[in-house]
């Protein structure tokens, strides 16, 4: 409001119609009421500074400082909304350009000493939205783009040669800022991991991730980081997992595990960092008929006050494509160990496992039932050395007759989820 009434003091200093006196103004074809004038000082899209010299003197008067202050206050205030270009412009005789050069320069130096660099300096406050953050705004630094010309008034039209078509511009400096962002800032639209929507393959897993979806902030000036480098390591034998069986890690709940894999990345989010990050990266695995209809889902990592948990995330029946498959949507702080499992209660245990003598035996685990300690393994061996598994238990094993699975043609590259089925 300070500003507001200063600059409506030298407007009106300014209609006066004393020729000599610098002023503040709005560029505009028809008369502003004072309405209109005072919402057109609200972060203005352009907005004029009228100086005028002493005969014969280069340097602005001191006397003009204080509405010097009064646009600079304006135009790099860093919570203005508003980036402003600057046109510094002269407007001479042909037998005193170097004066008015001079004059020129002598603007261009108030405005560089202001921010002590050897040229116009703007902060301002951006407004931006991660999709770690949400909104959010940032600090950026720029060089304010400036033109600098000098006018001789004996070739301008007379049109050229007045300001809101009744204040000369004869021996004057007139300084224009005009809202223009992509000048000032350039079109930079933002940052963005991956840069477009992407399939990472392993042998059977695929990860599938839309742009943006590990790293996204819109409008924003800072560098991008390098490209993401992704890998998924694959533990879905059956044999192997069943040979060294252990629990999906939880402190309360019993969970099957019938393979995982484990997601690298070279970007990592940090789990306590984002507040808002969305459920955008989707991992697919093959699976049978027996283990959909077993309730199979995908587990992930996540992060609780009481600490790390697994827990199960979105999972849903892919439809179409030559391979049945399920899908786990997890997000970027979940790059870790992704689990293919099932939850099951402390009565449902020997519905999968078999009794086991010891902790020892191969595959045993510990399961801790009505508050007692018993151990249990997946597996027994039968007389002909082939593995056995309860009914319930080999459901939810991927078992298949032939490897010859067509896994890279059909519809498993889509990104739409129409129609896929919500595992429940």
């Given at each position: 409001?300070?500003?507001?009434?200063?600059?409506?003091?030298?407007?009106?200093?300014?209609?006066?119609?004393?020729?000599?006196?610098?002023?503040?103004?709005?560029?505009?074809?028809?008369?502003?009421?004072?309405?209109?004038?005072?919402?057109?000082?609200?972060?203005?899209?352009?907005?004029?500074?009228?100086?005028?010299?002493?005969?014969?003197?280069?340097?602005?008067?001191?006397?003009?400082?204080?509405?010097?202050?009064?646009?600079?206050?304006?135009?790099?205030?860093?919570?203005?909304?508003?980036?402003?270009?600057?046109?510094?412009?002269?407007?001479?005789?042909?037998?005193?350009?170097?004066?008015?050069?001079?004059?020129?320069?002598?603007?261009?130096?108030?405005?560089?000493?202001?921010?002590?660099?050897?040229?116009?300096?703007?902060?301002?406050?951006?407004?931006?939205?991660?999709?770690?953050?949400?909104?959010?705004?940032?600090?950026?630094?720029?060089?304010?783009?400036?033109?600098?010309?000098?006018?001789?008034?004996?070739?301008?039209?007379?049109?050229?040669?007045?300001?809101?078509?009744?204040?000369?511009?004869?021996?004057?400096?007139?300084?224009?800022?005009?809202?223009?962002?992509?000048?000032?800032?350039?079109?930079?639209?933002?940052?963005?991991?991956?840069?477009?929507?992407?399939?990472?393959?392993?042998?059977?897993?695929?990860?599938?991730?839309?742009?943006?979806?590990?790293?996204?902030?819109?409008?924003?000036?800072?560098?991008?980081?390098?490209?993401?480098?992704?890998?998924?390591?694959?533990?879905?034998?059956?044999?192997?997992?069943?040979?060294?069986?252990?629990?999906?890690?939880?402190?309360?709940?019993?969970?099957?595990?019938?393979?995982?894999?484990?997601?690298?990345?070279?970007?990592?989010?940090?789990?306590?960092?984002?507040?808002?990050?969305?459920?955008?990266?989707?991992?697919?695995?093959?699976?049978?008929?027996?283990?959909?209809?077993?309730?199979?889902?995908v587990f992930a990592k996540k992060y609780t006050s009481k600490g790390p948990e697994f827990k199960?995330?979105?999972?849903?029946?892919?439809?179409?494509?030559?391979?049945?498959?399920?899908?786990?949507?997890?997000?970027?702080?979940?790059?870790?160990?992704?689990?293919?499992?099932?939850?099951?209660?402390?009565?449902?245990?020997?519905?999968?496992?078999?009794?086991?003598?010891?902790?020892?035996?191969?595959?045993?685990?510990?399961?801790?039932?009505?508050?007692?300690?018993?151990?249990?393994?997946?597996?027994?061996?039968?007389?002909?050395?082939?593995?056995?598994?309860?009914?319930?238990?080999?459901?939810?094993?991927?078992?298949?007759?032939?490897?010859?699975?067509?896994?890279?043609?059909?519809?498993?590259?889509?990104?739409?989820?129409?129609?896929?089925?919500?595992?429940?």
């Open positions: 409001m300070k500003n507001i009434l200063v600059i409506c003091f030298y407007l009106l200093a300014l209609t006066a119609a004393t020729a000599q006196t610098s002023a503040l103004i709005i560029p505009s074809d028809k008369p502003l009421k004072p309405r209109e004038l005072e919402k057109a000082w609200t972060y203005p899209e352009t907005f004029c500074l009228l100086l005028h010299f002493d005969q014969g003197d280069s340097s602005y008067r001191e006397t003009d400082l204080d509405i010097l202050d009064s646009a600079y206050g304006i135009a790099f205030d860093r919570d203005n909304p508003r980036l402003y270009t600057m046109t510094i412009e002269a407007y001479g005789n042909g037998n005193n350009q170097l004066l008015m050069q001079k004059r020129v320069e002598s603007v261009y130096r108030y405005f560089t000493m202001r921010g002590h660099e050897v040229m116009p300096v703007r902060f301002a406050y951006n407004p931006i939205h991660c999709s770690c953050h949400g909104d959010t705004t940032e600090l950026i630094r720029f060089e304010v783009p400036t033109n600098r010309q000098v006018y001789d008034c004996d070739s301008l039209p007379p049109s050229r040669m007045m300001i809101n078509k009744d204040i000369e511009l004869r021996g004057t400096v007139l300084v224009t800022f005009h809202h223009n962002p992509i000048e000032c800032i350039g079109g930079n639209s933002g940052c963005f991991l991956p840069a477009q929507d992407s399939n990472i393959r392993a042998y059977y897993t695929q990860l599938i991730l839309k742009k943006g979806s590990i790293y996204a902030v819109y409008n924003t000036r800072d560098e991008c980081p390098p490209p993401v480098e992704l890998s998924i390591d694959e533990h879905l034998d059956y044999r192997q997992m069943v040979e060294h069986y252990a629990l999906v890690p939880h402190r309360r709940q019993i969970i099957l595990p019938v393979g995982y894999v484990v997601l690298h990345s070279s970007f990592n989010r940090k789990t306590d960092e984002c507040r808002n990050l969305s459920d955008s990266i989707y991992v697919r695995f093959p699976v049978t008929e027996e283990q959909v209809e077993a309730g199979l889902k199960s995330v979105p999972t849903k029946k892919i439809k179409g494509g030559p391979v049945l498959m399920i899908q786990g949507a997890i997000n970027a702080t979940q790059f870790d160990t992704i689990y293919l499992a099932k939850r099951i209660e402390p009565d449902e245990v020997q519905k999968y496992l078999y009794s086991a003598d010891s902790p020892s035996e191969q595959g045993a685990v510990t399961i801790t039932v009505k508050g007692e300690e018993r151990y249990y393994k997946p597996f027994r061996v039968d007389g002909k050395g082939q593995y056995e598994f309860k009914k319930n238990f080999r459901a939810l094993l991927r078992i298949v007759e032939t490897e010859e699975e067509d896994l890279d043609e059909g519809g498993t590259n889509r990104f739409r989820n129409d129609g896929d089925e919500e595992i429940e």
